[in-house]
């Protein structure tokens, strides 16, 4: 389907919305180590579904971006958990993992999501954080994080304590521009799981 639309590629209007969900383009994927870990999204071209000998279902998906697109194996039980959002024509992020064989690139699976692809100024970014793990040294930091990318949309802090969530509003003066480097210093601060954009 590359080159062939005759207007706007389908992936434009969402092109500043998905770069806060990913850290790499599928053309940049070739540049990536061998078993890498990396998020990338697209708009899903074809699906192909496989029948495994033990009877479980698997997928094959062409995924295409602004710049590529990329052939993601995703095994029984990655594709079990996500078969909801795995169509034709639907916009997904892929945490997956780079293959590099033969000199051509493709991808396993880890984790699949759809993204909000509503005005992204009026989301909040959600910032999930276990209480014991709240300490001085870690605030200061992610509070440095949040000042330094400046911009339209509120800031949440989830505590999470014995099951119990505590949620705390950060004022006006925390408002976030959240791009993906934003995103990546707050990941590795705090985990892979601990931000998103709601």
């Not at 590099?100 to 989301?123: F, G, I, S, W």
């Not at 705390?168 to 707050?186: G, M, Q, R, T, W």
Request: charged fraction near 30%.
């Amino acid at each position: 389907m590359l080159g062939l639309y005759v207007t706007d590629h389908p992936m434009m209007q969402f092109r500043s919305i998905l770069s806060k969900y990913i850290d790499c383009d599928i053309e940049r994927l070739a540049e990536c180590k061998d078993g890498e870990i990396r998020w990338v999204a697209g708009i899903i071209n074809k699906v192909t579904k496989v029948l495994t000998r033990k009877g479980d279902i698997m997928a094959r998906i062409m995924l295409e971006d602004l710049t590529g697109e990329v052939e993601i194996t995703i095994f029984p039980q990655t594709f079990a958990q996500f078969k909801d959002f795995i169509m034709e024509d639907l916009v997904l992020c892929v945490k997956g993992k780079v293959e590099l064989r033969d000199e051509q690139v493709k991808m396993t699976a880890l984790e699949v999501t759809t993204p909000n692809l509503k005005n992204p100024e009026e989301k909040t970014l959600i910032i999930k954080m276990n209480l014991p793990f709240a300490k001085e040294e870690v605030l200061e930091r992610l509070k440095e994080a949040i000042r330094t990318h400046p911009g339209p949309n509120r800031v949440q802090i989830h505590l999470l304590s014995e099951g119990k969530v505590t949620v705390l509003k950060l004022d006006e003066s925390y408002k976030v521009n959240p791009d993906s480097a934003l995103f990546a210093e707050i990941r590795s601060l705090l985990g892979e799981k601990s931000v998103s954009l709601q």
